[in-house]
């Protein structure tokens, strides 16, 4: 028999550094799950990607056990990586603070493939190029 769910949740946590203390604690203490058991296994799950932003779904269940998904980094986080900014233009139309190339948006195009809904590396590609253009990086 399938467990039962009580609550799906979609949280964005540093990598490797989760810790009951806020702003996770406070979303997840509601639901009664074990907060140290979560973070302990997330950390564990994500050390590799030490720091960078990764979205999680996370599933609770009524008898308070969980488990969840981890997802790719955001494009935003995977273009300021790349090009080691500290964040995008506050005018992406007039202030330009980067360029990427045809290779590094390749790149991040086959990191965030699993996550996006295409399968075609050149539509992928077109994602990027849209949130590059809106953080103010050149192509």
């Keep these: 028999m399938a467990k ?3 609550i799906k949740l ?9 810790t009951p203390a806020p702003p996770i604690g406070p979303v997840l203490a509601p639901h009664g799950i074990d907060l140290k058991a979560f973070c302990d296994q997330f950390n564990e799950k994500t050390k590799e990607a030490q720091g960078i932003i990764t979205p999680v779904v996370l599933t609770v269940y009524e008898d308070r056990s969980f488990d969840f998904v981890t997802k790719t980094p955001p494009v935003g986080e995977l273009i300021r990586r790349e090009l080691k900014l500290k964040k995008g233009s506050d005018r992406p139309n007039l202030n330009k603070v980067g360029k990427l ?29 849209g949130t590059a253009r809106q953080m103010g990086i050149e192509y």
């Excluded at 949280?11 to 490797?16: E, H």
């Excluded at 790149?107 to 539509?123: F, S």
């Design 101 to 129: 190339t045809e290779e590094q948006i390749s790149k991040i195009a086959e990191v965030k493939m699993p996550d996006l809904n295409t399968t075609d590396l050149e539509k992928a590609k077109e994602i990027i190029k």
């Design 10 to 18: 979609k949280l964005q946590i540093a990598a490797g550094q989760a």
């Design 4 to 6: 039962e769910v009580k």
